[in-house]
């Protein structure tokens, strides 16, 4: 690994560099060029500089400023299409509102848990906290240093990881700056889903008949054919609102969970069966899907595989897991039918009995599947990068795929098998992916950071600690302790979400707080986050009388220079008179001088 140092410059508008540092970037020949960070580029003049070694480089403060580039971070350099470029930049866009980073500040501390292995700078915002004048963002950005994240005004990001909710409106505008360097662009719903993959025939088979549910007829006809079916909302997800409908002679038995309890309906009637439908169905929000028996031992079981994109753009399987529903339950959702987890050869051998080798041929065959569907999918419109995909196995040992989740996929279902690390290494590949779309490699091991900066920083007065609400109130005890034992002089308080230290007097006590946090941290083993919030400016306070006389005085001033230009306009026109006096025959002179008289008054 190599790592080169920037030394910040008071010379403005430069960068210098030695010459062998130069040919390995393919930047010998440059001498006006463009420097960038995120979207923001800057003008920059290159100049070799033989006194500087191969591991130096010198950039100019101004600069580095105008770029708004954080000196924290490690990052890689390069050169393309005569660009220097400093990057990676990633962003991690959490929702709409600015709220909605306080609530989910938690989730940015997962993407940064193997920050060595991606360098660059990290930001977590909203789609409130961009400028779309400026092309600015006042984000958090990851401090690998401190490992606390630091409010800063940046520059738009090189790539976008989306994990919340967003408009269309929003996402459009985000697409238009970024294209396929923006992802998962939007949520595609059961229904749509189905309609894009059932165009492919090596992929047609394993989906099973569905309808879309439009009126009571379609719900009518669609039972009347298969006489056991499944409605599900097209946007739900974890088994919410889905519903089993059997016909059985002439009643309608509807089947669901609700509150952790399995809950069934008879319908006696066509009309009691419309009252559910108008009750519970909302028109063209359902879809209407062909039950498989998928059932072993009254028990749903389904095979969770987990696609993300890696580094380079291809897809891979970071998770492959099988879900078995509770005792009864319509669904196989672990949360929502008191299920379990566990492996899928430990499943197909306990619970389908199958033998070695069909064991392995199975779970090959499971993942062939899935990578076949995932590169379907790509054909049908903006790529993803991540997916999870819902298959199973029925009664007859064929294979077929319930569901693609492209929302939010759950990460988090091999912590229950024990696999924590497995976890982060999810979010880990999904950041390199990132990494990959800002235009950096996974190989790339030259690195450059920066040297303390000319310009003294201000001290953020303020850091909030971002808890789960159990351990918000023993943490709060242990703080107050440390702060009296340290005979610091500091504000401590909560809110719904957070702890609060505010009014540090100095660095060092900033530094002691940080280093006390980080060590509790590993002590209660829970995803802690801290933020550096910068000082708020204070507001002025407005006086309704100063105001008032303030306006007054300035009336008086208007009227006072509309006196003199007046009276400047009456001595011009005197002179003008006086001339035409001179210069007009006797015929004239009698009015002119009655006009003098007159403003002579």
């Given amino acids: 690994m190599n790592i080169t140092t920037i030394k910040p410059m008071k010379t403005k508008g430069q960068i210098r560099m030695n010459e062998k540092f130069a040919q390995d ?18 003008e920059v003049d290159v100049f070799l500089n033989e006194e500087l070694d191969e591991h130096t480089i010198e950039l100019s403060q101004d600069i580095m400023e105008e770029l708004m580039l954080p000196d924290f971070a490690s990052y890689n350099i390069k050169v393309e299409n005569k660009e220097i ?54 984000g958090i950005i990851y401090n690998p240093k401190t490992k606390v994240w630091e409010r800063h005004k940046l520059p738009y990001p090189s790539s976008v990881l989306k994990r919340g909710f967003v408009s269309k409106e929003n996402r459009q505008y985000m697409y238009s700056i970024y294209g396929n360097k923006y992802f998962n662009y939007k949520p595609i719903d059961k229904w749509e889903m189905h309609d894009r993959l059932s165009q492919f025939e090596e992929v047609a088979p ?42 059985n002679n002439d009643q309608i038995l509807i089947m669901t969970r609700e509150d952790g309890e399995n809950i069934k309906i008879v319908c006696e009637s066509d009309e009691e069966l419309k009252k559910f439908a108008e009750e519970n169905l909302r028109l063209g929000n359902y879809i209407m899907q062909k039950t498989l028996d998928l059932t072993i031992n009254n028990r749903i079981i ?34 929502t039918s008191g299920g379990y987890v566990q492996m899928p050869d430990e499943a197909l051998k306990e619970l389908y009995q199958l033998s070695g080798e069909e064991v392995e041929s199975y779970q090959t065959k499971l993942l062939e599947i899935a990578y076949a569907i995932g590169e379907k999918l790509d054909l049908t419109g903006i790529p993803l990068g991540k997916i999870a995909l819902d298959l199973c196995i029925d009664q007859h040992f064929n294979i077929y795929l319930i569901e693609v989740n492209n929302r939010l996929p759950d990460d988090n279902l091999m912590r229950t ?51 789960g609400k ?4 023993s943490f709060m005890k242990t703080m ?122």
């Fill in 206 to 247: 394993y989906l099973p008949d569905a309808d879309l549910y439009k009126d009571l007829e379609s719900l009518l006809a669609f039972i009347k054919k298969y006489q056991d079916i499944y409605v599900k909302p097209i946007g739900g997800n974890q088994g919410k609102g889905i519903y089993n409908i059997l016909k």
């Fill in 417 to 467: 098998l024990g696999n924590k690390e497995k976890f982060f290494e999810i979010k880990q590949e999904n950041i390199m992916y990132a990494k990959g779309l800002a235009g950096f490699s996974q190989e790339d091991e030259n690195f450059i950071q920066i040297e303390k900066p000319i310009v003294n920083k201000q001290l953020n007065k303020r850091i909030r600690i971002r808890l």
């Fill in 85 to 138: 470029i400093i990057g990676p930049f990633i962003g991690i866009l959490l929702g709409t509102k600015k709220h909605a980073l306080n609530r989910r500040r938690r989730t940015l501390s997962s993407y940064v848990k193997y920050y060595e292995k991606t360098k660059g700078a990290i930001v977590g915002f909203t789609m409130n906290d961009l400028d779309r004048d400026s092309l600015t963002v006042n």
């Fill in 302 to 335: 389904d095979f969770r595989i987990g696609l993300d994109r890696d580094n380079k753009g291809s897809w891979k399987h970071n998770m492959f897991i099988t879900r078995v529903g509770g005792d009864e339950s319509i669904v196989s959702n672990a949360a």
């Fill in 480 to 601: 107050k302790q440390y702060i009296q034992e340290a005979n610091l002089n500091v504000t401590l308080r909560t809110t719904k979400y957070d702890l609060i230290v505010s009014n540090i007097k100095s660095l060092k006590d900033k530094e002691n707080i940080l280093n006390y946090i980080s060590k509790e941290t590993k002590k209660i083993n829970t995803a802690l986050l801290v933020e550096d919030v910068p000082p708020r400016k204070p507001k002025k306070r407005e006086n309704k009388a100063v105001l008032k006389k303030e306006e007054a005085i300035e009336k008086i001033k208007t009227k006072e220079k509309e006196i003199l230009q007046l009276k400047k306009e009456n001595e011009e026109l005197k002179d003008r008179i006086k001339e035409l006096e001179k210069n007009t025959s006797l015929k004239l002179r009698s009015p002119l001088r009655k006009i003098s008289n007159l403003l002579k008054r």
């Fill in 25 to 42: 970037y393919d930047a010998l020949y440059l001498k006006g060029s463009m420097i960038k960070f995120g979207l923001r580029s800057v």
């Fill in 470 to 473: 159990k351990r918000r109130s």
